[in-house]
């Protein structure tokens, strides 16, 4: 079984990003880019499933701009086989990712896709499932556990007030939750071994995709800068001003 997993190069979790001064978006120019950590939870457990004998072939998909090789080499260093990057300038929606991937999984036909729940830069949280329903295959969101039995995979999900485990037939596609796994680090060996593992770069007209946005963002602002805080003497005063000034008792 080969296992599709689609990582997407974005700001690195521990910048701070600043909203350009025409509220057109952030500026992105000259930060730390990653993978987003979704995706890297993504590629962690697709390679335990490959190191249990489960899968046979991880294959790592990105697409975007030339320089998402290097979350490509990332995922190959994690212990993906070989890479694909759709290759395009273009602004990229989950729309449009959706239907390349759609259209990886037709000519790849993995038994397995398995994504991040969502994208630490436009937080999104639509791809998967937009990917499953054009792919037309059964999903689950927010993976905390997956286990494969058979032609089946049962993968465990933290809901409202508890857990729930579904049972999907394969081919499916899941994304990935945090406490899925802890990903393994990247060490300088397997750097050096996922520089010779094979990248294939397609555009999005070999896949007869259309990527054109399909929404407009109109705005981009900072939020509210928040007031300095205050010390009460007591705990009456603190009462009556969540009563009275704050209004939320
Ligand atoms: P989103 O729907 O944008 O929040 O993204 C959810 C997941 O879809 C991500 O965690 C990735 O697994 C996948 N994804 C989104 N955009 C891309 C991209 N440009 N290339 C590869 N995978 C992507």
Do not use: W
Request: aromatic share 2%; glycine share 6%.
């Amino acid at each position: 079984m080969k296992i599709l997993v689609p990582v997407k190069r974005v700001v690195d979790y521990n910048v701070k990003v600043r909203v350009k001064s025409d509220n057109t978006g952030v500026d992105i120019a000259n930060v730390k880019m990653s993978m987003n950590p979704f995706d890297e939870i993504a590629v962690e457990e697709a390679v335990r499933l490959k190191e249990k004998g489960v899968a046979t072939e991880v294959i790592a998909v990105s697409c975007g701009v030339t320089q998402c090789q290097e979350t490509l080499r990332t995922a190959m260093a994690i212990g993906a086989d070989r890479a694909i990057l759709v290759e395009t300038d273009a602004e990229l929606q989950p729309l449009a990712v959706a239907k390349l991937l759609a259209a990886l999984v037709a000519k790849e036909q993995p038994g397995l896709i398995i994504l991040g729940k969502q994208a630490i830069d436009d937080d999104a949280n639509q791809t998967g499932q937009m990917l499953a329903a054009l792919a037309d295959l059964p999903q689950a969101t927010f993976a905390s556990k997956v286990e494969v039995a058979g032609d089946k995979v049962n993968v465990t999900r933290e809901i409202d007030g508890g857990l729930e485990t579904l049972s999907l037939s394969i081919p499916a596609v899941i994304t990935t939750d945090l406490r899925l796994n802890e990903p393994r680090y990247v060490t300088l060996p397997n750097i050096m071994k996922a520089k010779k593992k094979p990248l294939e770069i397609v555009k999005p007209e070999d896949l007869g995709v259309d990527v054109s946005p399909r929404l407009k963002t109109l705005k981009v602002s900072e939020p509210p800068k928040r007031g300095a805080g205050i010390k009460v003497p007591d705990v009456a005063t603190l009462v009556n001003k969540l009563k009275t000034e704050a209004k939320v008792i």
